[in-house]
C-alpha cells in the first residue's frame, strides 16, 4: 500500500500530467470569459422589449442547450474547413466551449438581473443613469449574489468537462492521462492522479465562488469606497471624510437642522435661481391608460416656481402615475408636461409627440430630484454612497466635491453618524431621509415626493415631515402625493384633490381641506381623519 500511494504521489506532480491540467485550465479561463461576454449579450437581448431579437436569443439557447457539446466541438472541427476557416485544436475548443457556455451563463445573469427589485432601476432612471451605466452600477452588482453560484458551477463542469475536448485531440489533462495508461496499463494511480488534480483545481474555483460571494454580499458592513470601484463594488482603500470644517456646524444626530443659504446656493446653480413667479409645471390634457384602464383622463395642473403643490386622493386615483409621468418615468398616451419651457424626453414630430432617442440625458438636464414611497435607496450602497452615486456618475461633477456635498447633506438631515451604513442598517426615517438627501444633491429645480411616509410607522413620519416642512420654507418648488392632511394644511400653498383619473376640485389647503366644496372629497378627507385616529390610539 505505501508503494501504491507513492507511486500515485508521482503521478500527481508528473510535469507531462501537469501540464495538460495547465491547458485545461487555459481552455476553460478562455472559454469562461467569451461565454460570460456572449452570455450578458444574450441575456439582455431576451429581456429586450423587441420581440425579433428576444426570438433570436431564445432560439440560440434552445439550439445550444439541446445538442451535445461533444457533436458541437466535432462539428466545429470539421465544418469550418469547409468554409475556409482553419483553426488549430486549443482554438476550436475554447470557441466550442465558449460558444456553449454563452447559452447556459446567459439564463444565469438573466435570472441574477431578473431577481434585482425593478425599484432599483426606477430610482436610477429617475436620476437620469442611462440603462447601461444602470446595468452597471446597479443592477449587476445586486445580481451577483444569485449569479455567482450557477457561475462558478459551471466553471467547475467546464474544467471537468476540457476532457472532451481530447476527442479533437487537444491534448488536456484526460488526454494526456489515457497516454500514459497506454504505455504502462497503470489504470488506477494514472487515472486517480488525474482525479486528484482535478479536484485541487475545482476546489480553487470553489475558494474563490466563496470569496466573490463575501465581496458582493452586500448585507456585510464594509468601508466606504474611494472611487476605485469595480462593478459598485470598492476595491481600493477607504476614503477619509471631509474635513468637519467642510461640514458645517455639528448638529445632534438625528436632529433636522437645513443650511438655508448653503442650501438655496445649491439649487439655484440648476436654475432656481430664476426669480419669475410664473408656471414651471405644465400639464396639459393628460391621458394616460394600461390595458383597458384608464388611469389618467384629461387632466391640467400647473405648478409655479417656488410653490409647494400636495396632490392628494384615494388609492387608484392616478396621482402617482401623474407625479411620474412629470419627469418621464411613465409614457404620455395624450398631451404634454413641460418643465421650465421644456418636454422631458419627447419631441414634437408632425404635430405630435413621441419619446425621443436620449432619455436619460433629458431626465439628467432637467434636474428633477424624486424621493419614493419605498425609500427606493440602492441596497449595495452606503448612504453616503447612494448621495454622491448620480451627481458623480450622471452629471460628472468632481467626486471630492460631491463627497463634501453628501457629507453636509447628511449632517443637516441628521445622519452624520450613519454615512457608512448600508440601507438595511437603517430605519425607515432614516433611509427616507437619506432618499432626500440623495435628491437634493443634483441641485434640482424641482422635487417630487412619491407618498414619502406611507411606508413608516406613525413615530417615524415626524422625521420626514420635518425635512420636508423646511424645504417648504426654503422656497423650493415640490409637488407631494401624501395623505398627511397636517403637513398639507400647514406647507401646501395649493391642493389638489383628484378621483378617478381626474382632478375634483384644487385650491389653498384652507378652501379643499377646509370647506371643500364637492362631497367626494369631504368623505375622503373624513376616512383620513378616522385612519389617523386610530393610528394614534394604536401607537399609544
Same mark, same amino acid.
Given at each position: 500500500?505505501? +508503494? ?13 500530467l501537469?501540464? $495538460? ?14 461565454? /460570460? ?26 439550439f ?22 482553419k ?20 439564463? /444565469? ?9 425593478? #425599484?432599483?432601476?426606477?430610482?436610477? +432612471?429617475?436620476f437620469g ?14 445580481a ?8 462558478? #458551477?459551471?466553471?467547475?463542469?467546464? &474544467?471537468?468537462?476540457? +476532457? ?6 487537444? #491534448? ?7 497516454? &500514459? ?29 466563496i470569496?466573490l ?25 477607504a ?7 467642510a ?6 444626530? $438625528? ?30 390634457n ?5 390595458g383597458?384602464?384608464e ?8 405648478? #409655479?416656481? $417656488? ?34 419651457g ?63 456635498t ?20 437603517l ?8 432618499? &432626500? ?8 429645480r ?7 411616509? +406611507? ?11 420635518a ?39 384644487? $385650491? ?14 369631504r368623505?375622503?378627507?373624513r ?14
Amino acid at each position: 500500500m505505501p +508503494s501504491v500511494l507513492k507511486e500515485l504521489a508521482g503521478y500527481v506532480v508528473e510535469p507531462f500530467l501537469l501540464q $495538460g491540467a495547465v491547458t485545461a485550465i487555459e481552455i476553460a479561463a478562455v472559454a469562461m470569459v467569451g461565454g /460570460i461576454i456572449l452570455g450578458l449579450g444574450l441575456a439582455l437581448m431576451r429581456l429586450s422589449r423587441v420581440a425579433p431579437v428576444r426570438w433570436i436569443a431564445w432560439f440560440y439557447i434552445w439550439f445550444v442547450r439541446g445538442t451535445p457539446q461533444l457533436l458541437q466541438l466535432v462539428f466545429l472541427y470539421d465544418a469550418l474547413p469547409i468554409i475556409g476557416i482553419k483553426l488549430d485544436t486549443f482554438t476550436t475548443a475554447v470557441v466550442g466551449f465558449a460558444l456553449n457556455e454563452a447559452a447556459f451563463s446567459a439564463e /444565469i445573469i438573466r435570472g441574477g438581473i431578473l431577481s434585482v427589485n425593478r #425599484n432599483q432601476s426606477i430610482a436610477a +432612471s429617475a436620476f437620469g443613469m442611462p440603462p447601461l451605466l444602470t446595468l452597471r452600477r446597479i443592477i449587476l452588482p445586486q445580481a451577483m449574489r444569485a449569479i455567482l453560484p450557477g457561475m462558478a #458551477n459551471d466553471t467547475i463542469s467546464m &474544467i471537468k468537462g476540457t +476532457s472532451i475536448a481530447s476527442v479533437i485531440f487537444v #491534448n488536456e489533462l484526460t488526454f494526456r492521462s489515457q497516454q &500514459i495508461v497506454g504505455q504502462n496499463f497503470k489504470f488506477f494511480t494514472v487515472f486517480a492522479a488525474a482525479g486528484i488534480i482535478y479536484l485541487v483545481m475545482t476546489s480553487a474555483i470553489a475558494g474563490i465562488q466563496i470569496l466573490l460571494e463575501r465581496r458582493f454580499n452586500f448585507e456585510l458592513e464594509r468601508k466606504p469606497a474611494d472611487g476605485n470601484r469595480l462593478f459598485g463594488f470598492n476595491f481600493g482603500r477607504a476614503a477619509t471624510p471631509p474635513p468637519a470644517a467642510a461640514i458645517g456646524k455639528p448638529v445632534k444626530s $438625528g436632529a433636522v437642522v437645513l443650511d438655508r443659504e448653503w442650501l438655496q446656493s445649491l439649487t439655484s446653480g440648476a436654475g432656481n435661481g430664476d426669480t419669475d413667479s410664473g408656471p414651471f409645471v405644465i400639464g396639459r390634457n393628460l391621458w394616460k391608460s394600461y390595458g383597458d384602464r384608464e388611469v389618467l383622463k384629461g387632466v391640467d395642473f400647473t405648478v #409655479n416656481r $417656488g410653490e409647494v403643490v400636495v396632490i392628494m386622493g384615494p388609492s387608484g386615483s392616478g396621482k402617482s402615475t401623474l407625479l411620474r409621468m412629470v419627469n418621464h418615468l411613465e409614457s404620455i398616451d395624450q398631451g404634454e408636461i413641460l418643465v421650465g419651457g421644456k418636454h422631458i424626453g419627447y419631441e414634437r414630430v408632425n404635430g405630435a409627440f413621441r419619446p425621443t432617442g436620449d432619455l436619460a440625458s433629458a431626465r439628467a438636464k432637467a434636474r428633477i430630484g424624486m424621493v419614493f414611497q419605498h425609500f427606493n435607496l440602492f441596497d449595495h450602497l452606503t448612504a453616503l454612497e447612494n448621495v454622491i452615486e448620480a451627481p458623480t456618475r450622471v452629471h460628472r461633477e468632481d467626486a471630492a466635491k460631491a463627497r463634501e456635498t453628501a457629507m453636509r447633506l447628511l449632517t443637516m438631515v441628521g445622519l452624520s453618524n450613519h454615512t457608512d451604513h448600508l440601507p438595511h442598517r437603517l430605519s425607515g426615517g432614516q433611509q427616507q431621509r437619506v432618499g &432626500i438627501a440623495r435628491a437634493l444633491a443634483i441641485s434640482p429645480r424641482l422635487m417630487l415626493f412619491d407618498e414619502p411616509t +406611507s411606508a413608516l410607522d406613525p413615530e417615524l413620519v415626524g422625521e420626514v415631515l420635518a425635512v420636508l416642512r423646511q424645504l417648504a420654507d426654503l422656497g423650493m418648488t415640490m409637488i407631494v402625493v401624501t395623505h398627511e392632511i397636517g403637513f398639507a394644511r400647514d406647507v401646501a400653498d395649493r391642493v389638489i384633490f383628484m378621483d378617478e383619473g381626474g382632478i375634483v376640485e384644487q $385650491g389653498k389647503p384652507s378652501e379643499v381641506i377646509g370647506n371643500p366644496r364637492h362631497e367626494r372629497t369631504r368623505r375622503f378627507l373624513r376616512l383620513v381623519e378616522e385612519k389617523t385616529e386610530e393610528a394614534e390610539v394604536v401607537s399609544a
